[in-house]
C-alpha cells in the first residue's frame, strides 16, 4: 500500500517535498516512481528510482530542477520539487513497479499506486 502527502499550494520558484509512504512490503526489488496527471490531460512519468542501487531517471521537464531519493529505514520515497513552475501543476502519485532491471516510464507497468496528492503552483 503506498501513502503519498506533502503536496500543496506553492508560488512559482517554491520548493516542495512529497512523501510517498510504503507499506505491507519490502520494496528492496522494485522501482519506486512519481507521476503526474494535470488537469485534461495523460499521467505523466516525472521521476523513478531503482530501490535497490539508487539509479535515477526523469523527465526532461523536470530534470536539474527535481530530485527523487528513499529512505530504507522507513520505506519512504520523496520527490524534492524545486523551481517550481505553474505548468508543474498537478495531482502526483507515487508507484511501484516490480522491474528493476531499468526503470519504467509507461504506467502500465507499474502495479501499486498511492492515491496522489495535489501540486497547486501560482504564477
Known amino acids: 500500500q503506498l501513502q503519498a502527502s506533502g503536496g500543496g499550494l506553492v508560488q512559482a520558484g517554491g520548493s516542495l517535498r512529497l512523501s510517498c509512504a510504503v507499506s505491507?512490503?519490502?520494496?528492496?526489488?522494485?522501482?519506486v516512481a512519481w507521476f503526474r496527471q494535470a488537469l485534461g490531460q495523460e499521467r505523466e512519468f516525472v521521476a523513478g528510482m531503482k530501490w535497490r542501487d539508487g539509479i535515477t531517471s526523469y523527465a526532461d521537464s523536470v530534470k536539474d530542477r527535481f530530485t527523487i531519493s528513499r529512505d530504507n529505514a522507513k520505506n519512504m520515497g520523496y520527490l524534492q520539487m524545486n523551481s517550481l513552475k505553474p505548468e508543474d501543476t498537478a495531482i502526483y502519485f507515487c508507484a511501484l513497479s516490480r522491474l528493476s532491471s531499468r526503470i519504467p516510464v509507461d504506467q502500465r507497468e507499474y502495479a501499486s499506486w498511492g492515491q496522489g496528492t495535489l501540486v497547486t503552483v501560482s504564477s
Open positions: 505491507g512490503r519490502t520494496i528492496v526489488g522494485y522501482t
